[in-house]
């Protein structure tokens, strides 16, 4: 399990900063939001700053259920992990299904991966 909590873990941070990077209006937007944009308008920036945040959240169930830090209690903590897969496996369908070759390419094997790595965690810990 440590594996694929790392996995979980590399993949957040790997996400952050391509969602700081947008927000800071690096020509990355192919790769997010549907991939209109190259760089991002102000809207969308925002909500890359709001993705980082929800990936902190991700990272603090993930650490909790991995039993690596004890922040977020039983029940909310099961049921927030299985909320998590959940929107992993919605947005792993929803990168599929998208309009840039990027996205599709890049960002749904790794909605993906990361949506087994929680799993297996929620799973097994």
């Known amino acids: 399990m440590p594996a694929f909590a790392i996995t979980g873990l590399i993949l957040l941070a790997v996400l ?6 947008l927000a800071a209006g690096a020509p990355l937007g192919r790769f997010a939001w549907g991939g209109r944009h190259d760089v ?8 890359s700053m709001a993705a980082v945040l929800i990936y902190a ?9 991995a039993g690596l830090v004890s922040i977020v ?4 903590l099961t ?12 947005n792993s369908v929803l ?3 998208s309009g840039s070759k990027f996205e599709r390419s890049v ?13 297996v965690v929620t799973l097994t810990a």
């Open 16 to 21: 952050a900063a391509l969602q700081i990077a």
């Open 40 to 47: 991002l308008p102000r809207n969308l920036r925002i909500g």
């Open 57 to 65: 959240v991700f990272a603090l169930f993930l650490l909790s259920k």
């Open 73 to 76: 209690g039983e029940p909310l």
């Open 79 to 90: 049921i927030g992990m299985w909320v998590i897969v959940a929107y992993l496996a919605l």
């Open 95 to 97: 990168n599929l299904l």
């Open 107 to 119: 960002m749904t094997p790794v909605a993906l991966v990361m949506g087994v790595a929680f799993l």
